[in-house]
C-alpha cells in the first residue's frame, strides 16, 4: 500500500478516484505542526529557531497518519505547491518519517484531474527546502512583530489588541483615506451642454462645451455660475454648425484569466461576496477538480487549457469568435510565482453537476473570464462630432457595438449611444442649453475589492494573505463597514494607527512592508538566507520598542480628566478608551468599577421600562449596534431598529426607524409608517 497524504479530505476523496485501490489517500487537516500558542516560540538568542508543536486539535489524526505510515510501503505527500502547501509537506516528513528511512516523494499538481494526479505520481520531486524557509521566515517574523508589539499595545491602549505586519498596514490605508475624505475641500465647477436635433431625422442628442476661443476647457475650467451665465449669454442668438465628423473603430481586449485577488475583486464587485466567502467557495471547487489552485498571482495558462479552448469557442460561437492565436498573459504582480497556472475551469467543455447556487456562481465566472480571454476582441463603432457657436465648439461623442466578440461571454457594462449620420456644414437645430453645477469628490472609502487592489499594487501580502488579512481588521474593532459596505476606522483603530505611526513608522510602511515581501520572494528562489532577514529586521526592531515602553505613557494616549464626579464613591470620572470606543470610568479603578456611556453615544430619549436610563447604542460582541437601556444591568430594555422620539399612535410604544420606513418597537402592534 502507498500512503498519500493531502490537506483536506474533500481534496482526498477526489484524488482517490483517480488512483485506485493500491493508494491509501488521507488527510492532514491542514497543519500538523505549529508555534505554540501564548508563548514566543522563537529562540532569538539560537538564529531564531522555531519551536514546533503538534497542536492538540491535530494529536488524533497524527497518531492515525503515523500508524499508516508505518504500514505504508512509500509515502507521498500531494499538498499544495504554494509555500504554505511546502511546509505541510516539510512538517508531515518530519513527523511521519521520524528516522528518514521510508522511502517518501513529493508531488505536486495544478488541477485535480486524473492526468494531472498521474503526471504527478510519475514526476516525484524533494521537498523544496527555500519554499519552506520561505513560508517559516513569514511565520517568525509575523509572531515576533505579533507578539512583541501586541502587548506594548495592551499596556500602552487597552488590552487585547494586536498588531500584524500586513494588517496594520490595511488598517494605515483605511485610516488615511479617512483623514484625506474629513480633510477634503470640495471645488465647485461647472459644465454646458447643448441639447440639438437634427432637423432632416429630428432626432435628437447631446452636445457638451470643450472649446472657448479655440482653446481647449478643462474639466474644472468653468468654475463659477457667474462664468456660466457669461456663456449663456454669448450663445444667446448662436447659430449650431457641423464642422467636423469623425468616425473610427474602437477595439477592447478581453481581460486575462483570474489570478487569486482579481477573483476575489470580481466576486466582491458582482456578487458582493466577502473575501473570505469566495476563497471558500473557490477552495471547495478546487478539491472537487473543477478548477484549477485557486491561490495564484500567475496568469500562465497550460498549452493544454489554450487548446481546449479554442476547440470549444469554434464549436460553439464560430471561427470569428476565437482570437486566432493562443493568447498568452504576461503577470504584473511583484514576485508572481510564474511556475503557477492562473484559475482556470479544469475541463472548459463540460458543465459541472451537483453545484449549489453559490459555487454554481463562482464556478461560472471562472469559466466565463477564462474562455473569453481566449476570444476576439469586440469592436465597437465610434464616432466624434464637433459642432461651431459662435467662439465655443461642443463635441458628442457616440458608439455602437458592431462585432460582440469575447463580450458574448464575458459581458461587462458598456454605453451605447447613437448619433444621427451628419455631414459637415450641416446646421442644426437649437432646443437648449443645460449648465449644471458640480463639485469634486474625495476618493472612495475602500471596499474589500479596492482594498485588495491596492495592497497588490503596493507589493503588500500574498494570494493566500488578503482574506485572512481582511478578517482579522475587522474582528479587531480596527475597521467596519458602513451602510455601503465600504471600510471605515473605528475610533480605536484610529487610535491605534498614529500611535504606530507615530512610534514604529517602519512597521507600517507600506515601502518596508514590500520589501520584506520581496526578501521573502528571495528566499522562496534561493537567493537569500532567512534567519539573517530575520535578523536584519528584529534588532533595530527590538531596540526601538525597549526604547518606546520608556516614552510613552498611557496616560497620555487613554485617559482624559472630565471634572465629573463618580456616583458611586466621590472620585473623579475620566474618559477612558476600551476596545469598542470611549466611556466614562472612576479613576479609583480597581477599587471603584463605576463606568457610563458617553453622551455622544446617548439618544435623548427616556427609557419606556424603568423610566430614569437613557436609550444608548450599544454593540454586541460581534459588533451589531442594538440600542439598550444605560441602566443597564438593572434594566434589559433592548431594541434593534433605532428608536426615534415618538410614540405610536395605535399602543403608545416607541416608533423605531427602518429601512422600509417607521413601525411600532411592540411586536404585537402592527402600526407602520412605509417610505
Keep these: 500500500m502507498q500512503l498519500v497524504v493531502v490537506e483536506s479530505p474533500s481534496k482526498g476523496n477526489t484524488i482517490q478516484k483517480f488512483l485506485g485501490p493500491k493508494y491509501k489517500v488521507l488527510s492532514s487537516y491542514g497543519h500538523i505542526r505549529d508555534l505554540p500558542k501564548g508563548e514566543l516560540g522563537v529562540d532569538i538568542e539560537n538564529n531564531f529557531k522555531p519551536k514546533y508543536v503538534i497542536p492538540l486539535k491535530a494529536r488524533k ?95 500602552k491602549v487597552v488590552r487585547k489588541l494586536s498588531a500584524g505586519r500586513v494588517q496594520s498596514v490595511a488598517v494605515r490605508l483605511i485610516c488615511e483615506r479617512e483623514k484625506e475624505i ?46 456660466t451665465d457669461e456663456i449663456v449669454k454669448d450663445l444667446k442668438n448662436a447659430e449650431y454648425k457641423v464642422i467636423n465628423v469623425a468616425k473610427k473603430e474602437i477595439k477592447r481586449n ?24 469566495t476563497m471558500r467557495i473557490a477552495q471547495q471547487l478546487y478539491e472537487t477538480g473543477l478548477i484549477t489552485y485557486h491561490r495564484t498571482d500567475s496568469l500562465n495558462l497550460s498549452d493544454l487549457s489554450l487548446f481546449a479552448a479554442k476547440k470549444f469557442i469554434i464549436e460553439q460561437y464560430g471561427e ?50 477564462f474562455i473569453a480571454s481566449q476570444m476576439n476582441q469586440a469592436v465597437f463603432d465610434a464616432t466624434t462630432i464637433d459642432i461651431s457657436a459662435e467662439n465655443y465648439v461642443f463635441r458628442a461623442t457616440g458608439q455602437i457595438l458592431k462585432f460582440d466578440g469575447f463580450l458574448k461571454v464575458y459581458p461587462i457594462k458598456y454605453e451605447e449611444n447613437e448619433l444621427p449620420v451628419l455631414e459637415n456644414n450641416e446646421i442644426l ?27 497588490e499594487e503596493n507589493g503588500i501580502g500574498r494570494p493566500s494573505t488578503y482574506a485572512p488579512t481582511i478578517s482579522t481588521i475587522q474582528e479587531r474593532n480596527y475597521v467596519q463597514k458602513n451602510e455601503n459596505k465600504k471600510f471605515e476606522p473605528t475610533e480605536i483603530g484610529i487610535i491605534v494607527d498614529d500611535l504606530l505611526v507615530e512610534h514604529f513608522p517602519k512597521i507600517v510602511s507600506l515601502e518596508f512592508t514590500a520589501e520584506m515581501e520581496e526578501n521573502l520572494d528571495k528566499i522562496a528562489c534561493g537567493k ?36 465629573k464626579t463618580c456616583a458611586k464613591c466621590g472620585a473623579e470620572m475620566i474618559i477612558k478608551l476600551g476596545r469598542f470606543g470611549k466611556f466614562y470610568a472612576c479613576s479609583g479603578f480597581p477599587k471603584c468599577k463605576y463606568t457610563e456611556s458617553l453622551k455622544e453615544n446617548t ?59 417607521v413601525k411600532c418597537s411592540n411586536k404585537e402592534c402592527d402600526f407602520k409608517i412605509e417610505k
Design 182 to 227: 474629513e480633510n477634503f475641500i470640495p471645488q465647485e465647477y461647472w459644465s454646458v451642454e447643448a441639447k440639438l436635433q437634427q432637423t432632416k431625422s429630428q432626432k435628437e442628442f447631446e452636445a457638451l462645451l470643450v472649446k472657448k476661443n479655440e482653446k481647449i476647457i478643462p474639466k474644472l475650467g468653468i468654475k463659477t455660475k457667474k462664468e
Design 61 to 155: 489524526n497524527v497518531n492515525i497518519l503515523k500508524k499508516e505510515a508505518e504500514k505504508a510501503e512509500l509515502l507521498i505527500l500531494a499538498t499544495d505547491e504554494d509555500r504554505e502547501g511546502e511546509a505541510i509537506a516539510f512538517h508531515l516528513d518530519k513527523i511521519l518519517n521520524i528516522d528518514g528511512k521510508k522511502p517518501c516523494q513529493r508531488i505536486v499538481f495544478h488541477e485535480i484531474t486524473k492526468q494531472a494526479i498521474e503526471n504527478a505520481i510519475k514526476n516525484p520531486r524533494d521537498i523544496n527546502k527555500d519554499l519552506v524557509d520561505a513560508q517559516q521566515a513569514r511565520r517568525v517574523l509575523d509572531r515576533l512583530v505579533g507578539y512583541k508589539l501586541s502587548p506594548f499595545l495592551w499596556k
Design 429 to 455: 437645430e437649437f432646443k437648449k442649453l443645460i449648465p449644471s453645477q458640480h463639485f469634486t469628490q474625495p476618493l472612495p472609502r475602500y471596499s474589500e475589492a479596492l482594498l485588495i487592489k491596492t495592497l
Design 254 to 277: 478581453p481581460l486575462p484569466p483570474f489570478t487569486t485577488s482579481t477573483l476575489q475583486q470580481e466576486a466582491s464587485k458582482r456578487f458582493r461576496f466577502p473575501v473570505k466567502f
Design 603 to 661: 439618544l435623548d430619549i427616556k427609557c419606556p421600562k424603568c423610566k430614569k436610563g437613557d436609550i444608548v447604542e450599544k454593540r454586541t460582541k460581534k459588533r451589531k449596534i442594538f440600542y439598550g437601556c444605560s441602566n443597564w444591568p438593572k434594566c434589559d430594555f433592548a431594541l434593534w431598529d433605532k428608536p426615534i422620539n415618538e410614540k405610536c399612535e395605535k399602543c403608545g410604544s416607541l416608533l423605531v426607524e427602518t429601512k422600509k420606513g
Design 320 to 369: 470569428k469568435y476565437w482570437a486566432g492565436f493562443l493568447k498568452k498573459y504576461k503577470t504584473k504582480s511583484k514576485g508572481a510565482q510564474e511556475a503557477h497556472e492562473a484559475i482556470r475551469p479544469s475541463y472548459p467543455d463540460k458543465k459541472p453537476k451537483k453545484l449549489d447556487d453559490v459555487q454554481s456562481k463562482l464556478y461560472n465566472l471562472i469559466w466565463q473570464r
Design 528 to 563: 537569500k538566507d532567512w534567519a539573517l532577514i530575520i535578523k536584519e529586521f528584529y534588532e533595530p526592531f527590538e531596540k526601538n520598542l525597549k526604547q518606546k515602553y520608556e516614552e510613552v505613557e498611557k496616560k497620555d494616549i487613554n485617559e482624559k480628566p472630565t471634572g
